[in-house]
């Protein structure tokens, strides 16, 4: 092998992430950050799913909404919209927006315009309207809209002028707004969509994204890696990194790997926190974040139709030992799906102790005296709410054969246990749920509406009228007190029917290098790399060490 080879492949190797363009290389190198993250986006575009991995890769990085929030208190402020009216009935809503807002210009869109109001209208009315050109392209389905049926809330939206819209509401709804700043709610480009009619490439829309976020896409390798520019003209203060890249590396220990070896910058979901807390150039971060891991049940599948059978194996789970064997202390017991850092938390409600008599005789009530066998499905990747679900699923799979019942635990590639699961394959899933704003009804509607079990978000496939009606009246009351009474009944109706077990709301943790300075996680919705940046002086130490070692591997490999 000759030696332009060796370099050619070295480069290759070290670099491919960072770039290797001459000139440009060092300078990419100290300007650029890589994230190691867990997995791969199923798409660009966040309107269409709802999963963590997807939303982390794009919602915060490509796109902005019309609100968003700030401070500890999580308000709502001004994003594309420099500011709002709600009429006093609650069902108007007229958005001012921002002027010179601009797009993404990549190698395959040049804007000739900035933000106004027909992207607005465009990115709504594609999901709210069946004969929309777009509805129907890459399948149809917003979960996340089509949980909190934005489709019979929203009347229509009218264009006032160039850079004011109002939308026109059914009814009062109190949620409206905050679902507004969730990070599903991004506008696209009604341009390039024009552009891509022409081009008979709609399709592209979700998979050559823009929008005018702080990053814009520049290249995408599947299961391997994307590389964001920064987005030169974004309407806030300048991004001050030049290049992000997500290093996708499922394996937790291929993550920490690579942060000891200066290979990422920074970890998602790290492992080995007392090896990370002992080494002076890593910093381990964690946050409280509004979330819950749960145990869940298709109901529609036998045996877990039978209320009985959900309450006996409610009973038969040691939650004190999942937390302390898979928590590891970095989480609290869940006694609902709420927070009880939410104001509607109502901690009056009973919760199902450990109490394996008791749930042999529900067994025994229900109808199964000897046990039965049954699928549990434990998700292959660490999420927030819950770091392994493998070992959560061994230890429920110990507890239930103590009553009578065999576990067979199985899983999947991540992409396609999701997929399985909102086809309603499984009988029984361990999951989670992450809030996306911080009105308790993100997380009731979401995870156990009728709506939700149709669009399989609510993948127990649970659906109850009255608790339906219930979370309907709290959402349009203004009185604070009795939306958190409204709450209170529909927790306790989940403690009788248990479509689903809490079992823990957890911190999220992210480790990084010391040279990585400013804020990415939030306590609800995914992460956010606008304001971080690297500290240049060890930046160029880090590749210091790199040129090291490539110049050590390259004499190895020729000897």
């Given at each position: 092998m000759n030696k332009i080879k060796v370099n050619l492949i070295a480069c290759l190797s070290f670099f491919a992430l960072s770039g290797c363009n001459d000139e440009s290389t060092v300078s990419l190198d100290e300007h650029s950050v890589i994230y190691c993250a867990e997995g791969s986006p199923e798409t660009f575009n966040p309107q269409l799913v709802t999963s963590g991995t997807t939303i982390d890769a794009t919602s915060n990085q490509l796109y902005d909404r019309l609100l968003s929030y700030k401070g500890e208190e999580n308000t709502l402020t001004?994003?594309?919209?420099?500011?709002?009216?709600?009429?006093?009935?609650?069902?108007?809503?007229?958005?001012?927006l921002?002027?010179?807002?601009?797009?993404?210009?990549?190698?395959?869109?040049?804007?000739?315009?900035?933000?106004?109001?027909?992207?607005?209208?465009?990115?709504?009315?594609?999901i709210?309207?069946?004969?929309?050109?777009?509805?129907?392209?890459?399948?149809?389905?917003?979960?996340?809209?089509?949980?909190?049926?934005?489709?019979?809330l929203i009347e229509k939206i009218e264009k006032i002028n160039e850079h004011t819209v109002r939308f026109h509401l059914t009814h009062p709804d109190n949620s409206f707004l905050a679902n507004l700043a969730t990070d599903y709610a991004v506008i696209l480009s009604a341009e390039y969509a024009e552009q891509l009619v022409k081009q008979q490439r709609k399709s592209n829309i979700d998979t050559y994204p823009i929008g005018t976020g702080p990053f814009k896409l520049k290249e995408y390798r599947i299961g391997s890696f994307i590389r964001y520019y920064r987005h030169e003209q974004y309407w806030r203060d300048p991004v001050k990194i030049e290049q992000l890249v997500f290093d996708i590396t499922p394996s937790n220990t291929g993550r920490l790997t690579k942060l000891l070896a200066?290979?990422?910058?920074?970890?998602?979901?790290?492992?080995?926190?007392?090896?990370?807390?002992?080494?002076?150039?890593?910093?381990?971060?964690?946050?409280?974040?509004?979330?819950?891991g749960y145990f869940g049940f298709n109901v529609k599948k036998p045996p877990f139709d039978n209320k009985l059978v959900r309450q006996a194996?409610?009973?038969?789970?040691?939650?004190?030992?999942?937390?302390d064997t898979v928590y590891k202390g970095k989480a609290v017991l869940a006694k609902s799906i709420l927070p009880n850092t939410s104001w509607a938390f109502d901690d009056s409600?009973?919760?199902?102790?450990?109490?394996?008599?008791?749930?042999?005789?529900?067994?025994?009530?229900?109808?199964?005296?000897?046990?039965?066998?049954?699928?549990?499905?434990?998700?292959?990747v660490q999420r927030p709410y819950n770091p392994n679900a493998i070992t959560m699923a061994k230890l429920i799979q110990a507890d239930l054969n103590d009553i009578g019942i065999k576990v067979n635990i199985v899983s999947y590639e991540w992409n396609t246990f999701l997929n399985r699961l909102s086809l309603g394959e499984h009988q029984s899933?361990?999951?989670?749920?992450?809030?996306?704003?911080?009105?308790?009804?993100?997380?009731?509607?979401?995870?156990?509406?009728?709506?939700?079990?149709?669009?399989?978000?609510?993948?127990?496939?649970?659906?109850?009228?009255?608790?339906?009606?219930?979370?309907?009246?709290?959402?349009q009351t203004t009185d604070l007190n009795q939306r958190k009474e409204y709450y209170s009944q529909a927790m306790r109706i989940?403690?009788?029917?248990?479509?689903?077990?809490?079992?823990?709301?957890?911190?999220?943790?992210?480790?990084?290098?010391?040279?990585?300075?400013?804020?990415?996680?939030?306590?609800?919705?995914?992460?956010?790399?606008?304001?971080?940046?690297?500290?240049?002086?060890?930046?160029?130490?880090?590749?210091?060490i790199k040129d090291t070692t490539i110049v050590n591997q390259i004499n190895v490999g020729e000897n």
């Open positions: 001004p994003a594309l919209a420099k500011s709002w009216h709600v009429t006093k009935n609650g069902k108007k809503i007229t958005f001012y921002r002027k010179d807002v601009a797009f993404h210009q990549t190698d395959y869109f040049t804007p000739s315009r900035t933000l106004n109001a027909d992207d607005i209208i465009f990115s709504f009315n594609r709210l309207n069946k004969k929309h050109p777009f509805h129907f392209v890459s399948g149809g389905d917003y979960p996340f809209f089509q949980n909190i049926e934005l489709n019979t200066k290979e990422c910058d920074i970890s998602a979901y790290p492992i080995a926190h007392n090896k990370i807390g002992e080494n002076k150039s890593l910093t381990l971060e964690s946050i409280t974040a509004l979330n819950v194996v409610s009973y038969a789970i040691n939650k004190q030992v999942l937390l409600i009973p919760a199902h102790e450990f109490n394996p008599v008791l749930a042999k005789s529900l067994l025994d009530t229900a109808g199964f005296p000897q046990g039965f066998t049954m699928d549990l499905w434990a998700m292959p899933f361990l999951l989670g749920w992450s809030a996306d704003h911080p009105d308790p009804d993100n997380f009731f509607s979401p995870m156990l509406s009728c709506s939700a079990s149709n669009t399989g978000s609510n993948t127990t496939f649970w659906c109850n009228k009255k608790f339906d009606s219930i979370l309907q009246s709290a959402l989940i403690e009788e029917e248990i479509p689903l077990i809490p079992i823990a709301h957890s911190k999220r943790y992210q480790a990084r290098n010391k040279e990585i300075t400013g804020d990415i996680l939030a306590a609800f919705g995914g992460i956010n790399f606008y304001h971080i940046d690297k500290n240049k002086k060890s930046a160029l130490s880090a590749k210091k």
